[in-house]
């Protein structure tokens, strides 16, 4: 069975910082596309951050310079570097990918982060 695991979160304070990890289990086909999407309370779910599988990458312009996305291949597992963090950028994060076969879209839980002082 598919699975996407999202840690990493918590409570941080302004201007501190997490990395959230995402790892992929029981996908047979190789994953394209990975990303980071959060949403806030009351909020449409944003697309932060996308890493394709030739590890170009592209953020929203709220995260530019302070999130990093990445991913390690050989695990299936993309992460999140969140520096500077502020409180607009408290929500659940959700981890995606795009994997190659039949079934194209996966989504994990959700991990919560909340900056506040």
């Known amino acids: 069975q598919v699975q996407l695991v999202e840690s990493g979160g918590g409570l941080v304070q302004p201007g501190g910082s997490l990395r959230l990890s995402c790892a992929a289990s029981?996908?047979?086909?190789?994953?394209?596309?990975m990303a980071w999407y959060r949403q806030a309370p009351g909020k449409q779910r944003e697309l932060v951050a996308v890493?394709?599988?030739?590890?170009?990458?592209n953020y929203v312009d709220s995260v530019k310079g302070r999130f990093t996305i990445s991913r390690d291949n050989a695990k299936n597992t993309v992460y999140l570097q969140m520096n500077a963090l502020k409180p607009e950028d408290t929500a659940v994060y959700y981890c995606?990918?795009?994997?190659?076969?039949?079934?194209?879209?996966?989504w994990g839980q959700g991990t919560q982060v909340t900056v506040s002082s």
């Open positions: 029981g996908i047979a086909f190789s994953i394209r596309s």
């Open positions: 890493i394709t599988s030739g590890y170009n990458t």
């Open positions: 995606y990918a795009q994997a190659n076969g039949p079934r194209r879209d996966y």
